[in-house]
């Protein structure tokens, strides 16, 4: 008679494949997370150079017509790194209102 200690091909084949579907499943979830994550995280940039040029207007009575107005000087009001989203994407100024280019 033959005494089964382990796991026959066919079994391992079939648990490997149960795993891949599930991987296949769950990977496109994760990815897409990281897409609302930094778009999500460009939307709170905007609000911080928003503020910033709020802050620029009251100290200086005028508003910034560039965002290179609020990183440069003395003592700025943003980071370089602060004038660009997580996503990439270059932050500019019109009318008083930063938006994504």
């Known amino acids: 008679m033959f005494n ?3 796991f ?8 490997i494949s149960v795993i891949l ?9 994760v990815t897409s997370k990281n897409t609302v994550v930094k778009n999500k995280g460009c939307e709170a940039q905007i609000e911080v150079v ?3 040029i709020l802050l620029y207007e009251i100290e200086n009575g005028k508003l910034p017509t560039k965002i290179s ?10 980071t370089e ?21």
């Not at 107005?69 to 943003?78: I, R």
Request: hydrophobic share 35%; glycine share 10%.
């Open 8 to 15: 026959t091909l066919i079994e391992m084949i079939f648990c």
């Open 50 to 52: 928003n503020s910033q």
């Open 69 to 78: 107005d609020l990183t440069s000087g003395s003592d700025p009001y943003l």
């Open 81 to 101: 790194k602060q004038g660009v989203c997580p996503n990439g994407k270059k932050i500019s100024i019109k009318n008083g209102q930063a938006y994504v280019r």
């Open 21 to 29: 579907v599930i991987l296949l499943l769950v990977i496109p979830n």
């Open 4 to 6: 089964k200690k382990g």
